[in-house]
């Protein structure tokens, strides 16, 4: 949000301005400080959190999902990032942000804590939430769609 201000006030939608080397060095200080608080606080969370989620019997297979979707959203973002700075100039500061705020009021909302739950009981934790209760099935009907079925 600083860097977008700091952007806005001195380019404006009009894209001409100039920055002085103090401002210049204010925007790239905000930048680093921007990529070590992501480093340290959002970055990880997209491989921490499936490690802690996922059932042992499913993992792999979750974790795989994980790194392939995490990779597929790089590429794109990487990719439409510098047309995405040319339309929305200075304006692309607050989209992140807006992101930013988006993803913390999921996490909060919709992410329960794993703080000392053994993997094992992982799925307790899922059946207690709020939401994630509702779209559980029930113990009893695990058990019912993991029974073979007979024909009769």
């Known amino acids: 949000v600083v860097i977008g201000i700091i952007l806005g006030q001195k380019f404006g939608l009009s894209g ?4 002085t ?26 491989w921490l959190v499936p490690s802690e989620i996922f059932p042992l019997e499913i ?5 795989s999902i994980n790194v392939s979707t995490n990779l597929l ?13 040319c339309h929305f100039k200075f304006g692309l500061f607050f989209f992140f942000a807006g992101w930013v705020l988006i993803m913390t009021t999921f996490i909060y909302f919709f992410l329960p804590e794993t703080k000392n739950v053994p993997i094992e009981e992982m799925i ?16 009893d009907e695990m058990v019912e769609m993991q029974k073979p079925k007979t024909s009769a």
């Open 59 to 63: 993992r792999s297979a979750g974790q």
């Open 124 to 139: 307790l934790v899922w059946r207690k939430h709020w939401f994630w209760g509702k779209v559980l099935p029930a113990d």
């Open 73 to 85: 959203f790089t590429f794109a973002i990487a990719q439409a990032f510098l047309a995405m700075l």
């Open 16 to 19: 001409t301005g100039s920055l």
């Open 21 to 46: 080397k103090s401002e210049a060095n204010l925007v790239v200080f905000f930048i680093c400080a921007y990529v070590s608080a992501f480093a340290w606080s959002w970055g990880p969370l997209g």
